[in-house]
T-cell receptor, first 109, second 114 residues
Framework: AQRVTQPEKLLSVFKGAPVELKCNYS??????LFWYVQYSRQRLQLLLR??SRESIKGFTADLNKGETSFHLKKPFAQEEDSAMYYC???????????FGQGTILTVHP | EAGVTQSPTHLIKTRGQQATLRCSPI?????VYWYQQALGLGLQFLLW???????NRGNFPPRFSGRQFPNYSSELNVNALELEDSALYLC?????????????FGPGTRLTVL
């Protein structure tokens, strides 16, 4: 079975502070990992995926197969980063994205 | 480029009724996915359609069904509505059938069952 765990429902940081949103997964194969973000009153959208190894809006995420983790990091948080963040996995059962429960990030001024 | 569209925005039904939700994918996308976002349960995969066929199904009862039309738009039907079906239903589309590829999401339909 494939599973995604985001241990923090809520995360609060101050502007300029580093931020790390945790994601752990369970999957017996080579997964594709994604981070999706939902800003207030906007639709869910892709932030980044591990295969592209891009940095989007200053966010990066590294797939650690040994620790089965895909944590999202940003060195200096901005107020506009406040949103709901979902970690998601696409595995053997194609078409299916398995989502974590989401983490609400609040960046205080 | 127009995004994924869904209708209606809100839908209110009573127990035992049927609900029909609609989705239009991004032009050029052939795959449509449906997800349920119920309070406290997160986003759960419901169905995947590609080229008019149901390709995969999540752990939901048969009263959740749907179809995909020749223009790739899709309908989700929920029969014999139960209170716990109240949720936000999201539709997504992708260019590559089944992925793993980016899925583009619509704004959702909020279904309330009274």
């Amino acid at each position: 079975a494939q599973r995604v765990t985001q241990p923090e429902k809520l995360l609060s940081v101050f502007k300029g502070a580093p931020v790390e949103l945790k994601c752990n997964y369970s999957y017996s194969g080579s997964p594709e990992l994604f981070w999706y973000v939902q800003y207030s009153r906007q639709r869910l959208q892709l932030l980044l995926r591990h295969i592209s190894r891009e940095s989007i809006k200053g966010f990066t995420a590294d797939l650690n197969k040994g620790e089965t983790s895909f944590h999202l990091k940003k060195p200096f948080a901005q107020e506009e980063d406040s949103a709901m963040y979902y970690c998601a996995l696409s595995g053997r059962s194609y078409g299916k994205l398995t989502f974590g429960q989401g983490t609400i990030l609040t960046v205080h001024p | 480029e127009a995004g994924v569209t869904q209708s209606p925005t809100h839908l209110i039904k009573t127990r035992g009724q049927q609900a029909t939700l609609r989705c239009s994918p991004i032009s050029g996308h052939t795959s449509v996915y449906w997800y349920q976002q119920a309070l406290g349960l997160g986003l759960q995969f419901l169905l995947w359609y590609d080229e008019g066929e149901e390709r995969n199904r999540g752990n939901f009862p048969p009263r959740f069904s749907g179809r995909q039309f020749p223009n790739y738009s899709s309908e989700l039907n929920v029969n014999a509505l139960e209170l716990e079906d109240s949720a936000l239903y999201l539709c997504a589309s992708s260019k590559e059938p089944g992925g793993p590829d980016e899925q583009f999401f619509g704004p959702g339909t909020r279904l309330t069952v009274l």
